[in-house]
């Protein structure tokens, strides 16, 4: 990668709404840093008006000039990138991540990284330890200063051991959201509302409570007509001792994203739906808690209120970037989210508990996230994957 003293050199890879919503905009919030300098897309009236926007000066400062390709192995040749941005269909980023990588550009790609544990594997195999490049994926749940203080809260003990834990992704999406060629299927997003919707909030549950040792889950497809789910429940068991349900829903009218954690001194909830800012994370002391007061207005007051976000979260990665060390949400760290994913689906697609470690080479679930189940394995597995391509 560049040295230190340098400019981070950035392209994007799909410059559609996720790309033009939030990645450009957290580029520019870094822009003291870091220069957008190229965009691919097989679209190219897409790309052109991704580049037309990047160029118009904003709040932040002055808009930037974009060099477009169509090509991600042209774009990587001409233009070497210290880092690349990934925000297509879920099916293409492993292969993507691993060009780029394989090109010394680090990684930032949209959920999920990729589509199994063995895709994520290979990906892990095209890093290199020792420095970089590393490819981390898109939880900026986690970077909210109302995240990391909780987390600060929970790992030091100061709310006490954590106990109960539920989890809330419960969304709405209609069929016309499923008109997308690539949404609903196995071979182009990898699942549903487990794997598109729910990851945020299940990474930022692990991410506070850490290791999982047990799934026990339901699946089912109750409205969409879709090959994966439409909701999804388990129960996780913690490596600590905390029990947790779990609730994932593209059904749900009354929309919210929700953690709870109930300590022994104390409950710590987050309510909101797409992003959290301070004001969102709620702290009530147990009934026995001493100078209750005092203990709350330390819980509730983080250092700033910086929302969780891509720029909070791009910064994070180019201060990896500077100090030349692995970012969160990379390695094992995002590994471990993948893994509980394929425990879920492994859980409520055999009707058993999956324990944390199971899920090995070998393992149709290691494969596949529906593990060749009969009522679960796609039928047009490869008219699945040709939709996918056609909407880079």
């Known amino acids: 990668m560049a040295a230190a003293t340098t ?16 990645h450009l905009p957290a580029l520019r919030a870094h822009a003291d840093r870091v220069d957008l300098v190229a965009g691919v897309d097989v679209d ?59 090109a010394g550009a680090w990684v930032l790609c949209e959920k999920p990284l990729c589509l199994t544990l063995a895709e994520y594997d290979e990906i892990a195999a095209a890093e290199k330890p020792d420095g970089g490049p590393y490819a981390s994926v898109v939880f900026q749940h986690r970077y909210g200063s109302g995240a990391v203080h909780a987390r600060e809260l929970l790992t030091s003990g100061d709310l006490g051991k954590p ?10 999406r209609d069929t016309d959201y499923y008109a997308v060629p690539w949404r609903g299927r196995w071979d182009s997003e990898g699942g549903g509302p487990s794997m598109g919707h729910g990851i945020h909030q299940m990474d930022l549950l692990l991410h506070l409570l850490g290791d999982w040792t047990e799934v026990r889950a339901m699946a089912g497809r109750l409205v969409h007509d879709v090959e994966s789910e439409d909701v999804s429940t388990a129960l996780v068991r913690f490596a600590g001792g905390t029990m947790a349900t779990v609730v994932n829903s593209v059904l749900s009218p009354d929309e919210v994203s929700r953690i709870r954690i109930d300590c022994a001194d104390a409950t710590v909830e987050l309510t909101h739906l797409y992003g959290h800012t301070n004001d969102d994370w709620v702290y009530t002391p147990a009934p026995h808690t001493r100078d209750a007061a005092d203990r709350i207005a330390h819980w509730r007051t983080p250092a700033a209120d910086l ?32 893994e509980f994913l394929a425990a879920l689906y492994k859980s409520a697609f055999t009707g058993r508990p999956v324990q944390a470690g199971e899920i090995v080479p070998g393992d149709p679930y290691y494969d596949a996230m529906h593990g060749n189940h009969p009522d679960w394995a796609p039928a047009t597995a490869a008219a699945s994957s040709a939709a996918s391509a056609k909407e880079q």
Do not use: K, N
């Open 44 to 102: 190219e009236g897409r790309l052109e008006a991704f580049r037309a926007r990047a160029a118009e000066p904003d709040g932040t400062g002055p808009g930037c000039t974009v060099t477009g390709y169509t090509d991600l192995a042209a774009m990587l040749e001409a233009e070497r990138p210290d880092l690349v941005l990934i925000g297509t269909p879920p099916s293409l980023h492993r292969e993507q991540t691993a060009a780029a990588l394989r």
């Open 163 to 172: 106990l109960v834990a539920h989890c809330q992704t419960t969304w709405h």
């Open 7 to 22: 400019r981070i050199r950035a392209a994007v890879v799909g410059t559609g709404g996720i790309v033009s919503g939030s």
């Open 307 to 338: 929302p969780s976000s891509h720029a909070a979260q791009l910064g994070v990665v180019l201060d990896a970037m500077r100090d030349g060390v692995r970012p969160p949400g990379s390695g094992p760290d995002a590994r471990r989210t993948m």
